[in-house]
């Protein structure tokens, strides 16, 4: 009996899964996005090496995050239907791929197509389905979930741009793609594995309650994707996200070369990427329990307001110092509204079809990221100046901020 006892308080004491999916989408967020945004440090190598503008080499992120915000709408689905960790496992081969066929690119074609089809697909096919994955995972504390799973985005934000300038210093451009490519392939893939859909499949239901206790039934609830996109609410969200997007993705593109521009050292400028994802860190890790107390649509507006707060003193920024204090203060709120949207998509349309709403809902993202970032290039070739696109970018999130606060008016189809 004394036997049968240690043995039931093992398996008591076995680890929740979910905290492994968890790691599991850390990973795959930090390799994504880190690459994603690794594009900054190489826009003066494209530039000088096949003789491109600022708005045209800008391209090629906005075609990027195009596709990994936009192919969420099919990937979402199909990680519905098929289970996360295959998507997963595809977009961070991909990820591997496209930034091994950059490093042999000829022309700034081959960049198109290397970098904005390779990365942009793989982070499509991996990022909505692992997020929708952590979702049916936990439901008291999804916030919080939520907000260590992405910030791998922030930590990868912080290490990958120093890293691929300390490459690009060492070995140059293309073999500093190389060793990223192999980097994306090896260790994205292998963290794909661990990513798990349903917690039932592992004795448990949501945050680790027995399934008689009523886990099973949640994991179940939720909307159909075509019910959820008829609703009020999913238009506010959508809205709100597509308005934000245009400027929200502008500093990962152009903030090192506007550091240049005012007498900041190349290196030096690659930090502040780094202190975006210091901020975003911060944002991700902390914000989410915080808006799992006070509410999760009020924390949404919040975030964006922060955001437009931070872009405005961007506009104003003409020191290092200065874009220091945007760089954290960016970060800390684009953090927070990364971490907690896919909380409160769940937390209004359920979890049985969340990563296909999730996905749609990301096709507005990938509109604005596609404009926003290649038109501020293409002012800036124009004027020879941030301070229109920038201010434009600080406008935005304030437009988005009315919208996503009327959208908290209207009915919620589900709560779960």
């Known amino acids: 009996m004394r036997s049968t006892a240690v043995s039931t308080g093992r398996r008591k004491a076995k680890p929740f899964y979910g905290w492994y999916v968890v790691t599991a989408a850390f990973i795959v967020t930090f390799i994504g996005f880190g690459s994603a945004y690794t594009f900054s ?10 003789g491109a503008s600022r708005g045209t080499v800008s ?3 906005s075609l990027a ?40 690119a000829q022309t700034i074609l081959q960049v198109y197509a290397a970098y904005s089809i390779g990365i942009g697909a793989g982070v499509g096919c991996a990022y909505v389905p692992t997020l929708g994955a952590v979702q049916r995972w936990f439901v008291r504390r999804r916030g919080f979930a939520s907000g260590l799973a992405v ?18 210093a060492a070995i140059g451009w293309r073999d500093a793609y190389l060793v990223l490519g192999i980097l994306a392939a090896v260790t994205g893939v292998g963290s794909s594995l661990l990513i798990a859909d349903d917690p039932r499949g592992h ?3 949501p945050d680790g309650d027995p399934l008689e206790a009523g886990g099973s039934a949640q994991v179940r609830h939720g909307v159909s994707i075509r019910d959820a996109v008829r609703t009020l609410r999913f238009a506010g969200l959508y809205a709100a996200c597509l308005i934000s997007a245009f400027g929200v993705f502008v500093p990962f593109v152009h903030l090192v070369p506007y550091a240049v521009d005012h007498q900041v050292t190349a290196t030096t400028a690659a ?9 975003s860190t911060a944002g991700r890790f902390f914000l989410g329990g915080i808006a799992d107390r006070v509410g999760r649509d009020a924390f949404l507006i919040a975030m964006y307001a922060g955001m437009a707060v931070s872009l405005a ?3 104003g920024a003409g020191g290092f110092w200065s874009l220091v204090a945007f760089a954290l203060l960016f970060g800390v709120f684009y953090g927070g509204w990364v971490a907690i949207l896919p909380a409160v998509v769940t937390d209004h349309f359920g979890g049985r079809h969340v990563s296909g709403i999730i996905g749609l809902l990301y096709t507005s993202v990938a509109i604005g990221t596609l404009l926003g970032p290649s038109a501020a290039g293409f002012v800036f070739d124009f004027s020879h100046s941030y301070v229109i696109p920038v201010a434009i970018s600080a406008a935005a999130n304030i437009v988005a901020a009315l919208i996503a606060a009327a ?10």
Not at 41 to 50: M, N, T
Not at 75 to 84: K, T, V, Y
Not at 153 to 167: D, E, Q, S
Not at 271 to 279: E, K, M
């Open 41 to 50: 440090s190489f826009v003066e190598s494209l530039q000088r090496e096949f």
């Open 271 to 279: 930090v502040l990427l780094g202190l975006i994802g210091v901020g």
């Open 313 to 315: 003193i961007w506009a």
């Open 59 to 61: 391209l090629v992120f």
């Open 407 to 416: 959208t908290m008016r209207t009915a919620s189809p589900v709560r779960s």
């Open 203 to 205: 004795g448990t239901g």
């Open 65 to 104: 995050g195009f596709l990994y915000f936009g192919l969420g709408v099919i990937s979402g689905p199909l990680a519905d239907r098929w289970g996360a960790r295959r998507l997963a496992a595809l977009g961070m081969a991909l990820v591997g791929l496209g930034l091994l066929f950059a490093s042999r």
């Open 151 to 168: 910030s791998g985005i922030g930590v990868g934000t912080l290490v990958m741009p120093p890293l691929a300038t300390w490459l690009i």
